[in-house]
């Protein structure tokens, strides 16, 4: 991630994109067209969202009306969009040619952690569909510890129930020890948690050694800005990079551009997936 971040600053920082084409935003409207640039009479912040892109990319852009989120998907994936917001059943589709790119983090929730689920290296339970029924161990009972890695598997099939009991003990130090114990079949932790408590003191030293990783991902995204794959590398970072910091820098434009999540706080770069649904624990 912090090569992500230096990767964007340096991008926005450079010169403008020699790109002479418009930079098109499918959006869903009363009555799909053509893309066309913002009338004068489009709402004061939808057109400094506009505006700001604009400047920043030294291009003009376009809206372009779709009938709905579908049919944005639909339009990024056949060349005919270049930005739009999507939700899983519109990304699902077209997720070989469409990737998303930023998401927004509502205010007062956290950012979308990755997750990490371990076993005891030489069990029988491979996968997070094989702890099915088993007994999991959570590293503490706040918003990182569980809520948001409850949501995690959540979206991955693992639902309430989905383990025969789940235990809260009130840190990781004391969830990994259950788990040795063989008290628990799984230790269900968020990425940084996970990374304190495995590094030693010494240089490569792995205090988990003898764990074993069965699943690693974050919580899905309810929507998200996407591109197409091919778009440039280049536009895709400087459209990160323009985002990221919007909340800050342009309040109107960024209390438009993110509309599509209730109470957004900021942008937040996502990878390319994070729409995609999936049914690891089933």
Same mark, same amino acid.
């Given at each position: 991630?912090?090569?992500?971040?230096?990767?964007?600053?340096?991008?926005?920082?450079?010169?403008?994109?020699a790109q002479a084409a418009p930079?098109?935003? /499918?959006?869903?409207?009363?009555?799909?067209?053509?893309?066309?640039?913002?009338?004068?009479?489009?709402?004061?912040? *939808?057109?400094?969202?506009? /505006?700001?892109?604009?400047?920043?990319?030294?291009?003009?852009?376009?809206?372009?009306?779709?009938?709905?989120?579908?049919?944005?998907?639909?339009?990024?994936? /056949?060349?005919?969009?270049?930005?739009?917001?999507?939700?899983?059943?519109?990304?699902?589709?077209?997720?070989?040619?469409?990737?998303?790119?930023?998401?927004?983090?509502?205010?007062?929730?956290?950012?979308?952690?990755?997750?990490?689920?371990?076993?005891?290296?030489?069990s029988s339970r491979k996968t997070?569909?094989?702890?099915?029924?088993?007994?999991?161990?959570?590293?503490?009972?706040?918003?990182?510890?569980?809520?948001?890695?409850?949501? /995690?598997?959540?979206?991955?099939?693992?639902?309430?129930?989905?383990?025969?009991?789940?235990?809260?003990?009130?840190?990781?130090?004391?969830?990994?020890? *259950?788990?040795?114990?063989?008290?628990?079949?799984?230790?269900?932790?968020?990425?940084?948690?996970?990374?304190?408590?495995?590094?030693?003191?010494?240089?490569?030293?792995?205090?988990?050694?003898?764990?074993?990783?069965?699943?690693?991902?974050?919580?899905r995204a309810a929507k998200a800005?996407?591109?197409?794959?091919?778009?440039?590398?280049?536009?895709?970072?400087?459209?990160?990079?323009?985002?990221?910091?919007?909340?800050?820098?342009?309040?109107?434009?960024?209390?438009?551009?993110?509309?599509?999540?209730?109470?957004?706080? *900021?942008?937040?770069?996502?990878?390319?997936?994070?729409?995609?649904?999936?049914?690891?624990?089933?």
């Amino acid at each position: 991630m912090k090569r992500l971040v230096l990767t964007i600053a340096l991008l926005a920082a450079a010169p403008a994109l020699a790109q002479a084409a418009p930079l098109r935003i /499918a959006a869903p409207a009363k009555a799909p067209g053509a893309c066309a640039a913002l009338p004068a009479s489009a709402p004061a912040g *939808e057109r400094a969202y506009y /505006a700001l892109l604009a400047k920043r990319l030294e291009v003009e852009v376009q809206k372009c009306p779709v009938a709905d989120a579908a049919a944005a998907g639909a339009a990024l994936a /056949a060349g005919q969009a270049d930005l739009a917001v999507l939700d899983p059943a519109a990304f699902a589709p077209v997720a070989k040619t469409v990737r998303a790119i930023l998401t927004v983090r509502p205010d007062g929730s956290l950012n979308r952690i990755p997750i990490v689920v371990a076993v005891k290296s030489g069990s029988s339970r491979k996968t997070l569909a094989d702890l099915r029924g088993g007994v999991a161990a959570f590293g503490g009972v706040g918003r990182a510890a569980y809520d948001t890695p409850r949501r /995690a598997l959540a979206d991955q099939g693992a639902d309430a129930g989905f383990f025969a009991r789940e235990d809260r003990p009130a840190t990781p130090d004391l969830a990994v020890a *259950e788990l040795r114990a063989g008290n628990a079949d799984a230790l269900v932790l968020n990425a940084a948690a996970w990374q304190r408590l495995c590094r030693g003191d010494e240089p490569g030293e792995d205090l988990c050694k003898d764990l074993t990783v069965v699943w690693r991902g974050r919580p899905r995204a309810a929507k998200a800005l996407a591109v197409r794959r091919d778009m440039p590398e280049q536009l895709r970072y400087r459209l990160i990079g323009i985002h990221m910091p919007m909340h800050l820098e342009a309040t109107d434009a960024f209390a438009w551009g993110s509309s599509w999540i209730a109470g957004g706080a *900021e942008f937040e770069p996502t990878e390319a997936d994070a729409l995609l649904p999936t049914q690891a624990a089933r």
